[in-house]
């Protein structure tokens, strides 16, 4: 069930993820591997026939005839995925794994027979560096070896293997109740191989260790499984000798189909910081999350003046992009990007996403750590001193810097979580004058960052348009979701940016005038998530309950989602699997279990009114019919009668 180089790319949606969390593979119905990095998420590629062909490296194994039927699933609990294709001649398994890495990275695939006698055939086609570098093979100890440069394979399996057009085949059959193990290792070219050990023990192994890891979820509230399945991609994605959580495994999958909207995305963003952290605690994993907020203190220590909106599994700051030309791109999408050049801009949101993440981290009473406190009043420091200056925003812009008004919405955030360390947490620092900090940004918000005449919170300072990172305000507090200003802001965005029911992030401009690129992208996933939020938060149930159902239905058969949805294409776009996008999933879910209630977890208000509940995706404050406390935070339940009778000032 080869592929031909002439019909177009496999549809994203086709894939499934297998990894060992330090890395990941993407493998396709076909059963085909067409993506691999070895030996970290962002090593480059040896296997990139996802954005090429198979002449660019790929390892497949299927049945030499036609197939009529593909089913597959991952075993419950687990990332041991299992694929059954029906042919003519009877059926098969091919079940794939990767074992928790020990050494180095190994693939396992057993082809198991079900029915009948089945021909099979094998392709190994290694290409290191992202399809360019052809190895030498040698044979040695009943391994096939192939070496370039730093990097070597090593293939072990009982099927007689021969090399054919610069790649290794080998054809079989598999009858019914008969196994063929393959194991496919990675490791540096001067050392010695690993040896081979017993596939089924493998496979079984590493089947114990997910079931283990997922019975830690304390998650159990509507769309369990969804939820869980979502949080095992997540625990996929982390490198585990960091607890770093890279974006995607992928780089360079297009945001809109032919188009040049390609970034690599195998980095960690701090934007994802607090609803990562957020969506592990409400679910019990609070190792995950301790590893998680240790490797945010790791990568942000330093000059907090030089901070930057993402970096590598490990803390790497350069990122430097280049770009793959001799790669055709996914579906003829060029460029393919390696590294992603904007890690190098300025975007003061991340400031606020820091400050929030070690927050929720203290409320949840996860392990404090003894720099953490001095490293938030540094940060502080900054906002104060940089609030005012114009960024690249949220969604790393690459055209002139604005003020963004979700970046000054997270300046707020950084601001009043800080004054809640000091009067929640009894932490020294200069409340009165965060105070007066917060509330002035606040106004500033509230006056330049609406539009009277959209009757809407826009993207930037003076615009008319919209942008759907507004949706956070609520979410994080700046505003209670019963506010005019937060209805009247999800009515424009229903108005100006949904599309077929999604919501985009922005609107795209031909002349690039919004973003510095051309071109459309498809709806943005996690942005469509916090538009279920403001529904639940907003009191509109049914609204939230239809879209999130909407949502979930456009995961592949393996529950996976990718950063976007285009809908005039009716495909998953954009990388894969997204991080972010099964974040907010989780929360999502989470913020329907309470009801409404509660949003995504940002315990905001005056000082220390409020009584910090653990697990809660947030907190829904009363109505404030505009108003707003003297100090500028948002008011708590138990500010109910302050805010029945506010003293402050109308803040527009």
Request: hydrophobic content about 40%; charged content about 25%; proline content about 6%.
């Amino acid at each position: 069930m080869g592929k031909d180089e002439d019909v177009v790319s496999t549809p994203i949606e086709d894939y499934a993820i297998i990894g060992d969390t330090h890395t990941a593979a993407l493998v396709g119905k076909d059963g085909s591997i067409d993506w691999l990095c070895v030996p970290r998420f962002d090593s480059s590629a040896c296997f990139a026939a996802m954005l090429g062909g198979p002449e660019h490296g790929r390892w497949l194994i299927a049945p030499a005839e036609p197939v009529t039927r593909v089913t597959r699933n991952y075993r419950p609990g687990t990332l041991v995925l299992e694929t059954e294709m029906e042919t003519a001649s009877g059926v098969i398994r091919l079940i794939d794994a990767m074992p928790p890495r020990e050494d180095y990275p190994v693939l396992v695939r057993t082809v198991q027979g079900l029915k009948g006698r089945v021909p099979m055939r094998m392709e190994l086609v290694i290409r290191f560096d992202y399809g360019t570098t052809v190895p030498w093979v040698t044979r040695a100890a009943g391994s096939l070896r192939a070496v370039a440069g730093p990097d070597a394979l090593s293939l072990w399996s009982h099927v007689h293997t021969h090399g054919e057009g610069m790649s290794t085949v080998a054809n079989f059959i598999i009858g019914e109740d008969q196994e063929q193990p393959f194991e496919l290792a990675w490791y540096p070219s001067h050392a010695e191989p690993p040896r081979p050990l017993a596939a089924r023990w493998i496979i079984e192994d590493t089947e114990r260790y997910w079931r283990q890891w997922s019975d830690l979820c304390t998650y159990e509230g509507p769309y369990r499984e969804v939820v869980l399945r979502s949080l095992i991609t997540l625990k996929a994605l982390t490198y585990a000798p960091t607890g770093g959580i890279v974006a995607a495994p992928t780089t360079s999958l297009p945001e809109a189909l032919g188009g040049s909207r390609n970034w690599d995305y195998r980095y960690c963003w701090l934007r994802d910081a607090t609803l990562t952290l957020m969506s592990l605690l409400g679910a019990g994993f609070h190792e995950e999350a301790r590893c998680w907020r240790d490797w945010l203190l790791r990568a942000v220590a330093g000059d907090v003046a030089k901070i930057q909106i993402m970096y590598g599994p490990a803390g790497e700051r350069r990122l430097d992009e280049w770009e793959a030309d001799w790669l055709p791109g996914y579906e003829g999408s060029i460029p393919v990007r390696i590294g992603n050049a904007a890690a190098g801009q300025f975007q003061l949101d991340v400031y606020g996403e820091v400050m929030d993440a070690l927050h929720q981290a203290r409320c949840d009473a996860v392990t404090e750590e003894a720099a953490a406190w001095d490293l938030q009043k540094a940060l502080v420091d900054f906002v104060a001193r940089s609030w005012q200056q114009p960024d690249d925003g949220i969604w790393e812009v690459r055209g002139p810097r604005r003020h963004f008004t979700h970046s000054k919405v997270m300046a707020w955030v950084a601001v009043d979580r800080a004054v809640q360390a000091v009067e929640r947490f009894g932490l020294d620092g200069p409340v009165e004058e965060w105070k007066k900090l917060r509330q002035q940004i606040h106004a500033e918000v509230c006056e330049k960052g609406w539009n009277a005449e959209l009757g809407a919170f826009t993207q930037y300072y003076g615009s008319s348009d919209m942008d759907a990172s507004v949706l956070m305000i609520p979410l994080v507090g700046f505003l209670p979701p019963d506010d005019d200003r937060v209805a009247s802001t999800v009515a424009a965005i229903e108005r100006t940016l949904l599309r077929d029911g999604f919501v985009l992030r922005y609107a795209t401009k031909d002349d690039a005038s919004v973003d510095g690129l051309t071109g459309r992208e498809g709806a943005f996933l996690a942005c469509s998530f916090w538009l279920v939020d403001n529904y639940a938060m907003m009191g509109r149930r049914h609204d939230a309950e239809v879209l999130f159902e909407r949502l979930i239905s456009l995961r592949n058969d393996l529950g996976l989602l990718s950063e976007e949805y285009d809908p005039v294409a009716g495909r998953l776009v954009g990388n894969f699997p997204q991080a972010f996008s099964h974040i907010a999933l989780v929360n999502s879910a989470r913020n329907l279990a309470s009801g409404g209630e509660t949003g995504r977890g940002r315990h905001t208000g005056r000082g220390g009114a409020s009584k910090v509940v653990s697990h809660l995706v947030g907190h829904r404050a009363p109505r404030s019919r505009g108003r707003l406390s003297p100090d500028g935070a948002a008011p708590h339940k138990s500010d109910a009668a302050a805010a029945a009778n506010p003293s402050g000032d109308d803040a527009g």
